[in-house]
């Protein structure tokens, strides 16, 4: 999928997140932020990426050394870290939640494209076969941030 389908996708959890257990203003907009940066993270392994190019000496290394759709798109390191960071870090648990749920979003629509994603060491999953940057994938993209800017006015009308 393009960044744009995974950050509509991001959103869209978010958006989800929020809808579901009703955070105040304040936790909302981290979920939505944590949930954006989380469904980027996963692709600094490219950088061609929209995060890659963000910060491109750092993602060609990333790339050169794990490679693109590899070690950054197993779902247990992400596990890992996030209760890491909750047991360590427990005040920064509504950031580590957002990252977390955006990364998943990230690795669910990376696994359904032809490639699949690498969850657990030698086992792809491929869900779908939708290539990047096809028609499919920019539908996805475009609904994806339909559901998150009508999820998130209807929470923010709930809140005020
Ligand atoms: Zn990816």
Known sequence: MIGKTHLAGGLATAAGAC?????????GM???????FGSLLPD??????????????VSAVIGAVAGH??????FL??????????????QADNITFAVFLGVLSHLFLDALNPSG????PGHRV????????????????GLLYLFACIGVAVWGIRII
């Open 126 to 141: 491929h869900l779908l076969r939708i290539h990047t940057g096809s028609g499919v994938d920019k539908a996805i993209g």
């Open 77 to 90: 390191p992400y596990l890992i870290l996030a209760v890491i960071l909750h047991f360590a870090v427990p």
């Open 30 to 36: 981290i979920w939505v932020a944590g949930c954006a």
């Open 19 to 27: 809808l579901l257990a009703k955070p105040g203003l304040g936790t």
């Open 117 to 120: 994603v690498p969850l657990v």
């Open 44 to 57: 600094i392994d490219h950088k061609g990426s929209t995060l890659g190019q963000k910060v491109k000496p």
């Open 69 to 74: 759709r590899n070690f950054f798109h197993w």
